[in-house]
C-alpha cells in the first residue's frame, strides 16, 4: 500500500500527528510526503500532491486543508481534524488513541469508501479546476453590489442585486452556502444549490436544482467586474459580462470513511437546527415537560 501524506504546515497540531502517522507506518507501507510538509518525515520522499500516485492520501489539517488536498488528487482523501471545524472530517487529531485506531484501520483495509459530487466549470474557455464545496460569483469591488444575471441551461431566468451568489454541492451545503442562510442538504444527494450573498431583496431564498442542469452566472452591471472563486481558495477574474458556468462533474470527490455518519460528524459543531446535547447531559425527549 502506498500512502500520501497532505499537513498543514501552519498548524503544530497537524505537523505533531503527521509525524506520528510517520512512525506509525514505518516499514509497513510505503509513504511520500507532500511538499508542503517539509517539516514531517525528513528522511522521506516528499512530492507535489498531483505527481504522488498514491493508493489513498491522509490529510491532517483543517477543511480548507482537506479542500485543497481534494483538488489536487482524485484518489481517497483520509481527512483527519487538527482544525477548528472539520465538518469534512473522520477522524480527530485531538484523540490519540482514535488516531491510532484510524491508521491501524487503513493499513489494515478496514474501511469504506464514500463518493461526493463535485462541481465543474468554466468561463468560456479551458474547464477551471473541480471544486468538492462551491463555486461562488462575488462583485470585484469590495462592499459594492452587484446586478447578477442567473441562466439554467443557457436560458435567462432572473437576475438579482446581491454582493454575489453561491453555486454549492450537497457537501458545500454546510459552508459558505450555510452561512448565507442557504439549506442543509444531505451529501449523499446530487444536486446544485444557488444562493445568494446579502441580497437586496430579503424576500430572496436559495434553491436546489436537479443535477443535469447547468447554472450560468454573470454581473451585468455597466462596468463592473466579478470574480469567481473555487472552494474559497483559488480566484479567477471575470470580465464585464462574462459568464462563469457550472455543472456536476464527471469527477467525484473519495473519502475514507470507518463507519461513521454526515449527520454524527455534525453533532458538537452547532449546525444541525435541533438538539445537539442528546446523550451529553442536555435535556433528551424524555427530559422535555409535556405541554400545559
Known sequence: MKIGLQVNPRKPRAIEFGQRLVDAVAGRADLVISDEAASVGRDLPHRALAEMRPDVVVAIGGDGTFLFTLGRTHVPVLPINAGTFGVLAEVTAENPVEFDAAVERLLSGFYHLE???????NLGGPPLPDATNEFVVHAAQAGKMGLFEV???????????ADGLIVATPTGSTAYSLSSFGPIVDPGLDALILTAIAPFRAEARAIVVEPLHSLGLRNVLPGRDAIAIADGQTEFPMAPNATLTVYRSPRRASFVRFGSTFFYRLRGKRILPWSEDLGRGGAGVADVPPPP
Open 115 to 121: 463518493e461526493r459530487m463535485k462541481l465543474a466549470a
Open 151 to 161: 441562466e439554467f441551461d443557457g436560458q435567462v431566468v432572473g437576475r438579482i442585486r
